[in-house]
């Protein structure tokens, strides 16, 4: 059974950062593209960032360009997202998706339990 | 970028009950579209994917039909356990884009 679990999450302050991990268990992720998906309270689900399996075709959401880096670990299992800047309006549930193919033109088909990201003074 | 139309926003239905939920694209998907279930204080879950292509393990009151600009995902007889909120996505096309849900509560 494929298990993503996020961690990393947590209370921020306005401009600060955040590291957070997604460990994959149950298949090898280096075969899939992988995604981070947001959604803020009470809110609708966000599309974040995807990264292919070899790390070199990578996107962004505008909301988040220039402030987040996605990056994989295959070896290790993997995903991170590192996030930058941080405003209140990336107060969210962070989740890590799965994609279905190693294309990052993938819906995706296993996702964590999300991980909320806090963002105020 | 692809803007994800879906209606209705809600609706309230009985068990039992057909029910129809559309997702309309500002643009051409062709078939790359699907569907999610997510219920309160969890993670979606895929239902359907390709437009029509059923996710394994995802019963078969559950379906999807449609491409280009309009799409169609229909529970053929409600259970209990199908009220929760439904998202549409598009991966045509970077920015990858959700609907902005349709929740479907009990009548």
């Known amino acids: 059974e494929v298990q993503l679990l996020e961690s990393g999450g947590g209370l921020v302050q306005p401009g600060g950062s955040l590291r957070l991990s997604c460990a994959v268990s149950g298949i090898s992720s280096s075969y899939y593209a992988m995604s981070w998906v947001r959604q803020a309270p009470g809110k609708g689900l966000e599309w974040v960032s995807i990264i292919n399996t070899r790390g070199d075709r990578i996107y962004y959401a505008d909301s988040v360009q220039g402030r987040f880096t996605i990056s994989r670990d295959n070896s290790e299992n993997k995903l991170y997202l590192q996030l930058n800047s941080l405003r209140a309006e990336d107060t969210a549930i962070y989740y890590c998706a799965k994609g279905q193919y190693s294309d990052p033109y993938s819906s995706f088909d296993s996702w964590g339990q999300g991980i909320l990201v806090t963002v105020s003074s | 970028d692809i803007q994800m139309t879906q209606s209705p926003s809600a609706l309230s239905a009985s068990v039992g009950d057909r029910v129809t939920i559309t997702c309309r694209a500002s643009q051409s998907i062709s078939s790359w579209l699907a569907w999610y279930q997510q219920k309160p204080g969890k993670a979606p879950k895929l239902l359907i994917y390709k437009a029509s292509s059923l996710q394994s393990g995802v019963p078969l009151r559950f379906s999807g039909s449609g491409s280009g600009t309009e799409c169609t995902f229909t529970i053929s007889s409600l259970q209990p356990e199908d009220f929760a909120t439904y998202y549409c996505?598009?991966?045509?096309?970077?920015?990858?884009?959700f609907g902005q849900g349709t929740k479907v509560e009990i009548k």
């Open positions: 996505q598009q991966y045509s096309s970077y920015p990858w884009t």
